[in-house]
Nanobody, 123 residues
Framework: QVQLVESGGGLVQVGGSLRLSCAASGRTFSNYAMGWFRQAPGKEREFVATIWSGTSRSYADSAKGRFTISRDNAKNTVALEMNGLKPEDTATYYC?????????????????WGQGTQVTVSS
């Protein structure tokens, strides 16, 4: 069983920055691919970024050049640094762990989810 707890969300102005963090339980954290997804009101949950057990990363087009995902396997944490925030980035952001190999941008392939943290970007 893996438990994920996100933090770091909040209200920020357009162009601002936020750093989201996700703390994970479990002794084999370093073996999991970790992803960030987001869900805006009335929309489906969508992929934002993922990082594999090493340093390989992948980003949604909307996140490229603005967001950076990182992980600290010693601390069992994964972070999402968000810069140049836009109103369309407003959403609840979720951390997820992928235990089994699968499509990195498909929510169905992630096994554990956090409760989410709200990010609101005001114009």
């Amino acid at each position: 069983q893996v438990q994920l707890v996100e933090s770091g969300g909040g209200l920020v102005q357009v162009g601002g920055s936020l750093r989201l963090s996700c703390a994970a339980s479990g002794r084999t954290f370093s073996n999991y691919a970790m992803g960030w997804f987001r869900q805006a009101p009335g929309k489906e949950r969508e992929f934002v970024a993922t990082i594999w057990s090493g340093t390989s990363r992948s980003y949604a087009d909307s996140a490229k050049g603005r967001f950076t995902i990182s992980r600290d396997n010693a601390k069992n944490t994964v972070a999402l640094e968000m810069n140049g925030l836009k109103p369309e980035d407003t959403a609840t952001y979720y951390c997820a762990a992928q235990v089994r190999h699968g499509a990195y941008n498909d929510i169905r392939t992630y096994d554990y989810w956090g409760q989410g943290t709200q990010v609101t970007v005001s114009s």
